[in-house]
T-cell receptor
């Protein structure tokens, strides 16, 4: 089954304690993204990756890092989480066919930073 | 400024009626527009894509229109069912911007039996 998986699904942490949210896709897609979703604001892109070792900032990259060492994995790293990073996070994997892109989203990770 | 607007208030309709959701945007030139469905606690699921040169696209009970002059897309669900209750998101893909989707905040649809 084609899917995007994220772990953990729920996480409570404290300010300043480094954490990593993993993302993995089994569709051999080159393109992957991380979004955060906050009430009333919609999904906002944090970082994206066009291929292995190729990453770039999205609209809200501050406080986040990513890496893409393998095609299937795209972890999101919060080096020093702060309460304003409390949010719902989604990883997405993108297919591009006929010039059109379709994103497949993971199930989400709900993060609470105290 | 650039923005995408979807009705923030929930849309409540009776089962069997047609639900119409609106997505308006300003100061963007999208290459195409997508609609997603999102259930509580789940990731968005792709429904339909419509290009800038297409006026209308259909998929089963779903229909999307795209008016680049009005800068508006309408999303219709005909013969709505309680199982259609969810939040629906529109997203613009900006011209020339690969992997650059801009999402609206979504409209919650509630279909009542």
């Amino acid at each position: 089954e084609a899917q995007v998986t994220q772990n953990p699904r729920y996480l409570i942490t404290v300010t300043g304690k480094k954490l990593t949210v993993t993302c993995s896709q089994n569709m051999n897609h080159e393109y992957m993204s991380w979004y955060r979703q906050d009430p009333g604001l919609g999904l906002r892109q944090i970082y994206y990756s066009m291929n292995v070792e190729v990453t770039d900032k999205g609209d809200v990259p501050e406080g986040y890092k990513v890496s893409r060492k393998e095609k299937r994995n795209f972890p999101l790293i919060l080096e020093s989480p702060s309460p304003n990073q409390t949010s719902l996070y989604f990883c997405a994997s993108t297919t591009r066919e006929g010039g059109e892109e379709t994103q497949y989203f993971g199930p989400g990770t709900r993060l609470l930073v105290l | 400024s650039q923005k995408i607007e979807q009705n923030s208030e929930a849309l409540n309709i009776q089962e069997g009626k047609t639900a119409t959701l609106t997505c308006n945007y300003t100061n963007y030139s999208p290459a195409y527009l997508q609609w997603y469905r999102q259930d509580p606690g789940r990731g968005p699921v792709f429904l339909l894509l419509i290009r800038e040169n297409e006026k209308e696209k259909r998929k089963e009970r779903l229909k999307v229109t795209f008016d680049t002059t009005l800068k508006q897309s309408l999303f219709h669900i005909t013969a709505s069912q309680p199982a259609d209750s969810a939040t629906y998101l529109c997203a613009l893909n900006l011209s020339g911007g690969y992997n650059k989707l801009i999402f609206g905040a979504g409209t919650r649809l509630a279909v009542h039996p």
